[in-house]
């Protein structure tokens, strides 16, 4: 009774609210220049490229190597359903097969369970081969499901051309690597990330089922928030080599939840806070839309308490981004109200901010003494790279002059080290796959034929767009977990480009 009187007290409150801000002088402004900038966008020639589709993806649909490639991938499945259509009968009375068929029937709440693991999993017990055996498993699985259920197959329609070459590039990284054997621990790397893609964007069929894959997920972002907290409550040691406390006194030890290290776990968050956001406006109920406000509170709170400062860059940058994309009137509502908010943050959180702009800071120093250690690398292997894998990277930049002192692990971006990594086709195929994922976005958000996966991908392009803001100053991929979720937000956001346009799955 008194949470439904709360509840009740709660919605009629933000309705005054609502109803004051829709006849504030406020409210008047924010609309005159929402429609002064959609104005500009209409006429803008940037946006008429974006929104065009280039001549590469259509020559991809049409192309003999995709129809080859696709024949190839479906072809053990068509000949195999043959022989399991004669023998139907004698599978169905096994109780093996049976509770085989119990996965199969709800395959994408398994595979969205095997990522919550990949998620949740507390760092000191997780072993990257976990990540092999869940993808290898799930593979299997979903390979009889193309066997035993009509209209299944593994779908690579909707991926991109430049996502091809750049799976490409990285087999050819591996196989001309100047350090083969060091390397092909990475290429296994790779492979669990695209074997998971390939999976979600297959398995995905409905608007509902990728609603409950992103919800399995959010649950588990929303337990290493309450982890996180729980860590800043008992106490979290202060790691040196994490935070220079020459300028962050009095600052405290910054929290890492599952992921085992504080920057990796924030890229965690700013991949899926934004779905938050996508679930709240995709619920009917207002209770619904209130249960995934409070689910976010945890790891928005986790966020800061991360202090990691690129990420909360990225976090902003994808919030702007979102607002931008689902209501561009709102954008100078989101600036203010973030401006307003900077008095009432706690002390150290605002002294870590201010440290952004210090030009003393040792991590930032770091990273300029970084580059200047790999450009001598980067001339010499441009067009190449070194071969797969921080091994390989560190083998080769040890024989050039140290600026850093020690052996760097990697070049703290993440372009950098694709490029140093896999050469010259690598990072431009994947930069041409991220600008092709974005002008796919924003074609599906234009088209509004499904609301809900429209919301879901406004999400899923404002994680990406996020994420890589943080990769200017941070290598994502060198903790294998943040790797295998930016593919997974890659796979559910080409599945909900594919729903939010209304294609058909075959």
């Not at 395959?107 to 990257?128: E, G, Q, S």
């Not at 202060?238 to 405290?252: A, P, R």
């Not at 939840?257 to 990796?264: H, I, L």
Request: proline content about 3%.
């Amino acid at each position: 009774m008194a949470d439904s009187l709360i509840v009740k007290y709660v919605y009629c409150l933000l309705s005054i609210l609502q109803a004051w801000y829709r006849h504030s002088a406020f409210a008047r402004i924010v609309d005159s220049l929402g429609k002064k900038l959609d104005m500009l966008l209409k006429s803008s020639s940037i946006v008429d490229l974006v929104s065009r589709e280039g001549i590469f993806p259509r020559m991809w649909r049409s192309s003999k190597f995709y129809m080859l490639t696709n024949k190839v991938l479906n072809l053990p499945s068509q000949a195999l359903r043959r022989i399991y259509s004669e023998r139907k009968q004698i599978f169905e009375h096994s109780l093996f097969f049976k509770a085989v068929d119990v996965l199969l029937k709800r395959y994408h709440l398994l595979l969205a369970f095997c990522i919550l693991i990949v998620i949740v999993f507390p760092d000191n017990r997780w072993y990257n081969i976990f990540a092999t055996i869940l993808a290898l498993g799930l593979l299997v699985l979903f390979f009889i499901k193309t066997v035993t259920y009509e209209g299944y197959g593994f779908k690579i329609k909707n991926f991109d051309i430049y996502l091809i070459l750049f799976i490409i590039s990285v087999f050819l990284a591996e196989i001309f690597s100047l350090f083969p054997i060091e390397s092909l621990r990475f290429l296994v790397f790779y492979i669990n990330c695209f074997l998971l893609l390939l999976l979600l964007v297959s398995a995905i069929k409905t608007q509902e089922e990728l609603s409950q894959v992103v919800t399995m997920l959010l649950a588990g972002i929303t337990l290493t928030g309450l982890y996180g907290i729980w860590q800043k409550i008992v106490g979290v040691p202060v790691n040196l080599s994490q935070i220079d406390i020459s300028l962050n006194e009095g600052m405290g030890g910054r929290i890492y939840s599952t992921m085992g290290n504080p920057n990796n776990y924030a890229e965690v968050l700013v991949l899926f806070l934004p779905f938050y956001a996508a679930m709240v406006l995709n619920s009917k109920t207002f209770l619904k839309k209130l249960l995934f406000i409070a689910m976010a509170i945890p790891p928005l709170a986790s966020l800061m308490l991360t202090l990691s400062r690129s990420s909360w860059i990225g976090f902003a940058v994808a919030l702007l981004v979102f607002t931008f994309l689902w209501n561009k009137k709102l954008l100078p509502v989101i600036v203010i109200a973030g401006v307003f908010c900077i008095p009432f943050l706690p002390l150290s959180i605002y002294r870590r901010i201010l440290t952004i702009f210090n030009p003393n800071d040792s991590s930032a120093n770091y990273r300029v003494r970084i580059y200047r250690t790999v450009w001598p690398m980067l001339k010499e292997y441009w067009y190449s790279g070194v071969g797969l894998g921080s091994d390989a990277f560190m083998n080769v930049v040890r024989k050039y002059h140290l600026y850093t002192g020690a052996v760097p692990p990697h070049s703290h971006n993440l372009l950098l080290q694709i490029w140093l990594e896999i050469g010259l086709i690598g990072v431009l195929s994947f930069i041409g796959y991220l600008i092709r994922l974005f002008k796919s976005s924003i074609k599906a958000i234009k088209s509004k034929r499904d609301p809900k996966a429209v919301n879901i991908v406004i999400a899923g392009i404002s994680a990406i767009i996020g994420v890589m803001v943080i990769s200017l100053a941070e290598y994502i991929w060198f903790y294998h977990r943040v790797m295998v979720l930016f593919w997974v937000v890659a796979g559910m956001l080409i599945a909900a480009i594919r729903l939010a346009k209304r294609e058909s799955y075959d």
